[in-house]
């Protein structure tokens, strides 16, 4: 399951980011966010290079990049994602690219919160 999984991340790596005139890189990425304990689901937009919080997560966007649009639709996000609880040290919880059409290949693994990348918007 592993090597299916970096498999699949490197060839779409590979395919989507590589050829520069393939897609378009955008400055804010809509996020989901589900509190598992109360079950509510958010929709939120994040910046890339700014800080958003999510609960007691706070999430970097470094990067988003979308297909162009006669291309099938495809969003992924580099995201840098930390749990930042009152006095104490902030912990890295997630660094890498997410995507839109499989939330489930790359995803953030927390015991309260799930996030996943929506789309790409410019």
């Keep these: 399951m592993f090597k299916f999984r970096w498999l699949s991340m490197v060839l779409f790596v590979l395919l989507f980011f590589v050829n520069?005139?393939?897609g378009f890189e955008g400055d804010t990425v809509v996020l989901q966010g589900m509190d598992k304990v109360t079950a509510r689901v958010w929709s939120f937009e994040a910046p890339t290079g700014r800080t958003v919080r999510f609960g007691t997560l706070e999430?970097?966007?470094?990067?988003?990049?979308?297909?162009?649009?006669e291309e099938p639709p495809e969003s992924a996000a580099y995201l840098d994602i930390f749990e930042a609880?009152?006095?104490?040290?902030?912990?890295?919880?997630f660094h890498g690219w997410m995507f839109a059409s499989s939330p489930g290949?790359?995803?953030?693994?927390?015991p309260v919160y799930d996030v996943w990348v929506l789309e790409c918007k410019r």
């Design 105 to 110: 290949l790359n995803g953030l693994e927390h």
């Design 59 to 69: 999430i970097i966007v470094q990067k988003c990049e979308r297909t162009p649009p």
């Design 20 to 22: 520069p005139g393939l």
């Design 85 to 93: 609880k009152p006095n104490e040290a902030r912990i890295g919880l």
